[in-house]
């Protein structure tokens, strides 16, 4: 989550999430021969997204491969030349989710209709924790200060939006703006879904965003309380510069690529690494990606929320997606072994 969407710096992610100790954590290097369905990828079109991001990863390894991307007629031998596939490991099952940019519609003004506010990030809400959803909310603390982007049909709307941390809204005009993340309050996130379950309301299988969606607006006091049980608020900000057939903006501060970007745990993954994705489930997915984005729901070094684009469909697909699975991630070739010698802790 983007996705939602949280950019954080590696020691920040370490420091709230109490990342494991790097004894803990396994790097193997791989053959790209080991890759289940490597050959049969379309890697073009994965090294036109790691161009899109790889000019803002400065460490002097990167840089060069950067420069060296530009003019590549062959983007699987650039793979194989200059990168090992890594397989990072903390002890933690691999799990893939996926996210994607809601379209909303909305209004710039408060109606009968459009009743709940996406706010701005407050000018006192600072580095560390601030109010809790619950505060926010139940004191109506944002009321009044201006701050409001734009007004939604729907509080869950509102909430989904932060848990993917950008979206698109359609105005009663025919306009559309495009909002990003712009700060949180600094609590940690609180999946409701697993909140839905722990009360016995459904079983782990049962629940999914369309599934909470219908029960929180059938169940409008509890479904407040539910939606309150997660601390987090997130605000927004308009981004403008972003053209219509681009992607939303990921922790790069980049557009991301439909089924090519991933949000990964930075305190693994450096944020502009080539990652391949095995994916089990339903749709099988093997595929080189782009981590490209972070999110606040995405720690561990096999964890990984895939984006799948913008709208109602892709938010069914992304809602679907609860998978198995495995994530190698393409490392430079003299980093990726002395990562594996545990040089490079």
């Known amino acids: 989550m983007i996705r939602g969407l949280l950019a954080l710096s590696v020691m ?21 021969a080991d890759l289940a369905g490597w050959e049969d990828d379309d890697h073009s079109v994965a090294l036109e997204v790691f161009k899109s991001t790889c000019r803002d990863m400065r460490t002097p390894d990167w840089a060069a491969l950067c420069a060296l ?41 408060q109606t009968g209709r459009f009743r709940h506010p996406l706010y701005r990030l407050p000018p006192e809400v600072k580095d560390g924790a601030w109010f809790s959803r619950a505060d926010i909310e139940g004191q ?47 609590h940690e996130y609180r999946s409701i879904g697993q909140e839905l379950v722990r009360r016995g309301i459904f079983e782990a299988h049962q629940v999914s965003a369309q599934v909470i969606r219908k029960w929180v607006n059938s169940n409008p006091v509890a479904g407040q309380d539910l939606l309150r049980h997660n601390p987090s608020f997130v605000f927004f ?35 502009g690494a080539p990652v391949w994705l095995e994916k089990g489930g339903r749709n099988v997915l093997r595929r080189l990606m782009i981590a490209q984005d972070t999110g606040s729901a995405i720690k561990g070094a096999q964890r990984a929320d895939i984006f799948f684009g913008t709208g109602a469909e892709a938010g069914r697909s992304a809602g679907r997606v609860r998978d198995p699975g495995r994530m190698v991630v393409l490392l430079p070739i003299e980093q990726a072994y002395a990562r594996a010698e545990g040089l490079d802790q």
């Open 140 to 186: 109506g603390l944002l009321a009044g200060r201006g701050l409001e982007i734009a007004w939604v049909e729907n509080p869950v709307d509102v909430f989904f939006l932060q848990v993917q941390g950008s979206g698109r809204i359609r105005l009663t005009d025919g306009s559309v703006i495009r909002v990003g993340y712009a700060g949180a309050n600094g």
């Open 12 to 32: 920040a992610v370490l420091a709230m999430t109490g990342a494991r100790a790097e004894s803990d954590v396994r790097h193997t290097v791989l053959s790209f």
């Open 237 to 271: 900000r308009e981004v403008r510069k972003v053209p219509p057939h681009l992607g939303p903006l990921g922790a790069m501060n980049r557009s991301v690529t439909e089924m090519r970007t991933v949000a990964v745990d930075p305190a693994y993954v450096p944020l």
């Open 69 to 109: 991307a530009k003019d590549q007629l062959n983007a699987r031998t650039f793979f194989e030349l200059f990168f090992r596939p890594v397989l990072i490991e903390d002890g933690t099952p691999a799990l893939f989710t996926g996210y994607f940019e809601p379209e909303l519609n909305g209004s710039r003004s």
